[in-house]
């Protein structure tokens, strides 16, 4: 479990995340998302008892960071963004070396299951400058799991991985979070949209939104929309759709299907159907579009301020989501 | 207690892989040799034609302090500032580990390493032992063989937290010789001149604590008590660096 109550950290006279209250349960995958500088590395530093923070307080599996930072790194496994190893050393030198500092009974056994956690069993007796960039992470990783903590703080666990390995480690994090908590920090959106229970959208060191992906989407986009694909030519069946009660701003898209919105709730979609078929069409695909998270998430951490740009739909959108998550933050 | 032996045991290990370790290592018991050779046999030849006393000991710890003093900011200058650098700090600072326990630590590790080197060097008094007759005088040996060993825990504790300073090793050397270059020498000068005052300066005096006392068979109180103040208010000073570290 983690509990962050106001956060601030100033870097002398920069204030590099503010105010800043969240919460991981236990059995969840968090995940932090925001654009680098966003204050990402700066929280899960203060989290895990690198930095103390200049207000505010935290609980980290039921302790306070501060004051039992101890007990707090006894619990955490943490993955930081500069993946801590010693070049010089042998693989499993290093891991031994990290569960003899956590007191392990066991150490060697540990050793080799976080090994095998990674798939990195094999290297355990090679050099660490021998490995891989991805290698290298995976061993960052099987340091932050030798101890089985309750609390896992990732910062970007699948950076220069392949993809073969992303999906693994995906996994293994996805399996962790069933039982413990996992916090994770990501500017890849759909890591954290495959991955995580709840998103955090952290900008300029404050927290823009905060719900599950899905509810993220569901808030952003006010109408539902669709896409229609016929065989051949749909510039006529477009009125027709349009005459369809709740049915507005059709477009007919460049590759020729057509785009149309519809309000939330009431599904037109057998209707369409019916339509398009009893016109004479060869009916292709009709399919929803949901706003992707990749689009929310350039629209809440889009600068406030941009007095030139036409407004547009969807910057009127980024607007309400914006003013609608704001309370939140304050509270 | 635990972690401080985890961590001197993988910092001594790691001198066994690292070049600077070995040339070193390799440089003093080399000087130490070649000194001894020139030395014992100038003093075998005096004591044989003019009857000067046998040669002892100090011919051999004698040199030794003055190597450290070139040697042992090589063997601390990565101590800290080498994991500030390589983002390893950040691990070790996360990991369940009291700021003094890394600080001591590594102090400990580059402190049975450079114990290591100086028991090499005891092959020289067994030498000298056999040469002279009636044997050396084991006393003067001993008590010398403590001021080097307190000699090398004050530098290597005075190194340790001068690194934790810096992230830059180079740095760290310089700054390190630089440091004691002064406890060493300079800080002596001002007893010579200043009429009143000046035995405070004689006190500070890193130098003297060794060559007027421990070197000639001399065991004093004061003397250990400086050296184990000036180790204790290094390693001090380290922890210190290391919790500034975080609050910067």
Same mark, same amino acid.
């Given at each position: 479990?983690?509990?962050?109550? =106001?956060?601030?950290?100033?870097? =002398? ?6 105010? @800043? ?65 010693y070049p010089d ?55 932050? @799991? ?186 | ?6 961590i001197a045991?993988r910092e001594y290990?790691h001198y066994f892989i690292s070049p600077i370790a070995y040339i070193v290592a390799?440089m003093i ?38 190597l450290f003093l070139l040697a042992s900011p090589a063997l601390t200058m990565r101590l800290l500032a080498d994991e500030q650098r390589m983002?390893t700090l950040?691990?070790l ?9 890394l600080v001591?630590g590594k102090w400990l590790g580059a402190f049975l390493f450079l114990?290591?080197v ?20 084991? *006393? ?12 090398a825990a004050t530098f290597l504790s005075i190194g340790t937290a001068i690194s934790s300073f810096f992230s830059n090793q180079f740095a760290a050397f310089f700054a390190t010789l630089v440091v004691y270059v002064m406890l060493w ?11 009143? *005052? ?36 290094g390693l001090?000073l380290g922890?210190?660096a290391v919790?500034?570290r975080?609050?910067?």
């Amino acid at each position: 479990m983690i509990r962050a109550d =106001g956060l601030t950290k100033d870097y =002398g006279a920069r204030r590099a995340i503010e105010n @800043l209250t969240f919460e991981a349960r236990q059995g969840e995958v968090v995940g932090f998302l925001g654009p680098n500088g966003a204050g990402k590395t700066t929280t899960m530093r203060i989290l895990t008892g690198y930095l103390p923070p200049t207000y505010g307080a935290a609980k980290v599996a039921g302790f306070d960071i501060i004051s039992e930072s101890l007990e707090v790194r006894r619990r955490v496994g943490y993955l930081p963004e500069t993946v801590p190893l010693y070049p010089d050393m042998v693989v499993f030198d290093y891991l031994k070396f990290m569960a003899d500092l956590r007191h392990l009974p066991n150490a060697e056994d540990m050793v080799f299951e976080a090994l095998e956690m990674v798939g990195m069993e094999e290297r355990a007796e090679g050099y660490i400058s021998a490995l891989s960039k991805g290698m290298r992470q995976r061993i960052g990783l099987a340091q932050a @799991l030798l101890h089985k903590p309750e609390v896992l703080i990732l910062d970007e666990p699948t950076i220069g991985l392949d993809p073969a390995q992303v999906v693994e480690v995906r996994n293994l994090i996805r399996d962790i979070g069933k039982e413990r908590t996992v916090l994770l920090s990501t500017h890849i959106l759909s890591e954290a949209q495959s991955l995580c229970d709840r998103v955090l959208i952290i900008n300029k060191g404050h927290i823009v939104a905060e719900d599950s992906p899905e509810n993220l989407q569901a808030r952003l986009v006010g109408a539902e929309r669709s896409i229609l694909r016929v065989k051949g030519d749909a510039d006529e069946l477009a009125p027709k759709i349009a005459a369809i009660a709740g049915v507005q701003n059709v477009k007919t898209q460049v590759d020729g299907a057509l785009e149309f919105q519809f309000a939330p709730g009431v599904d037109i979609r057998p209707e369409v159907a019916r339509i398009t078929v009893n016109a004479g069409y060869d009916l292709l695909e009709l399919r929803p579009v949901g706003m992707s998270l990749e689009e929310i998430f350039l629209e809440l951490t889009r600068d406030t301020v941009t007095p030139f740009v036409p407004r547009t739909p969807a910057a009127r959108r980024c607007e309400t989501a914006t003013n609608a998550s704001r309370p939140k933050k304050e509270r | 207690m635990r972690n401080v032996w985890t961590i001197a045991q993988r910092e001594y290990k790691h001198y066994f892989i690292s070049p600077i370790a070995y040339i070193v290592a390799l440089m003093i018991f080399l000087t130490v040799g070649i000194l001894f050779v020139l030395n014992f046999s100038q003093a075998a030849y005096q004591s044989m034609f003019y009857g000067s006393p046998p040669p002892d000991t100090r011919i051999i710890v004698g040199p030794m302090t003055f190597l450290f003093l070139l040697a042992s900011p090589a063997l601390t200058m990565r101590l800290l500032a080498d994991e500030q650098r390589m983002g390893t700090l950040e691990l070790l600072l996360t990991a369940p580990v009291q700021d003094w326990e890394l600080v001591v630590g590594k102090w400990l590790g580059a402190f049975l390493f450079l114990l290591s080197v100086i028991a090499l060097t005891l092959i020289f008094p067994i030498l000298l032992n056999r040469f002279v007759n009636p044997g050396i005088d084991q *006393g003067m040996m001993i008590a010398g063989y403590l001021g080097v060993i307190l000699v090398a825990a004050t530098f290597l504790s005075i190194g340790t937290a001068i690194s934790s300073f810096f992230s830059n090793q180079f740095a760290a050397f310089f700054a390190t010789l630089v440091v004691y270059v002064m406890l060493w020498w300079m800080i002596g000068w001002p007893a010579q001149v200043l009429p009143i *005052g000046g035995d405070v300066f004689r006190y500070l005096d890193m130098s003297a604590h060794f060559y007027d006392t421990l070197t000639n068979g001399i065991v004093a109180l004061a003397d250990i008590v400086y050296y184990l103040s000036l180790t204790a208010l290094g390693l001090f000073l380290g922890t210190v660096a290391v919790e500034m570290r975080r609050w910067q």
